[in-house]
C-alpha cells in the first residue's frame, strides 16, 4: 500500500497532540495499571517490579524447578541486566531468593526462588482477582486488551 493511501484520513489529524499519541495512552494505562497494585502488594512488602520476578519464579515452578539464569529472567521480563540486578539485590537482602554462579559456567547467575519467596505465592493468587473486582471494565474487554496487545508486541519484536 503506498504512503499516502496508508495515511489517507490522517490529514486533520493533529499528530502533535498529546491526547493523540498512542504512546501517551499507553504510557498512562500502564501508570495507572501499576499504581492500582499497590495496594494489593503493599501487605506482601512488594514493589510492582518485584511481584514481576516472583510471577516469572513462580512460573519456573510448574516447570519443576526454582531457578532461572539472569539471563532468561531478563528476557521474560523484557529488561536489561542494569535494571534486573539492583532489583534482584534488593530481593535477595529481603530473603525472597537468592544469586549464585552457575557451577557450569562461572558466567552465568543463576537465582533460586526462597522458601520466604515461595511463601508468598498464596497470598498473592488473589491479586490479579482483586484487580479485576475493583476495575469497571468488563473482563473479557480486559482479556481482549491484553491479547492485542501482545499480538502488537509480537510484531514489534
Not at 512488602?45 to 510448574?62: A, G, R, S
Not at 528476557?75 to 530481593?91: A, C, F, I
Request: with cysteine; proline share 5%; aromatic share 6%.
Amino acid at each position: 500500500m503506498p504512503m499516502k493511501d496508508k495515511n489517507k484520513g490522517l490529514d486533520n489529524f493533529p499528530a502533535l497532540h498529546l491526547e493523540n499519541q498512542f504512546c501517551f495512552s499507553l504510557y498512562s494505562l500502564s501508570r495507572r495499571v501499576i499504581q492500582s497494585y499497590t495496594p494489593l502488594l503493599k501487605p506482601l512488602d512488594l514493589t510492582y517490579p518485584q511481584y514481576l520476578v516472583l510471577l516469572v519464579l513462580w512460573q519456573q515452578l510448574e516447570n519443576e524447578t526454582n531457578t532461572i539464569s539472569v539471563s532468561k529472567l531478563t528476557k521474560e521480563l523484557k529488561l536489561d541486566t542494569g535494571t534486573v540486578t539492583p532489583l534482584l539485590k534488593r530481593m535477595e537482602s529481603k530473603g525472597l531468593l537468592s544469586r549464585t554462579r552457575s557451577k557450569k559456567d562461572e558466567r552465568i547467575v543463576m537465582v533460586e526462588l526462597l522458601a520466604k519467596g515461595l511463601s508468598l505465592r498464596e497470598q498473592a493468587k488473589k491479586i490479579p482477582q482483586s484487580l479485576l473486582c475493583q476495575s469497571t471494565v468488563e473482563p473479557q474487554k480486559v482479556m481482549a486488551l491484553r491479547e492485542q496487545l501482545q499480538q502488537m508486541l509480537a510484531l514489534l519484536n
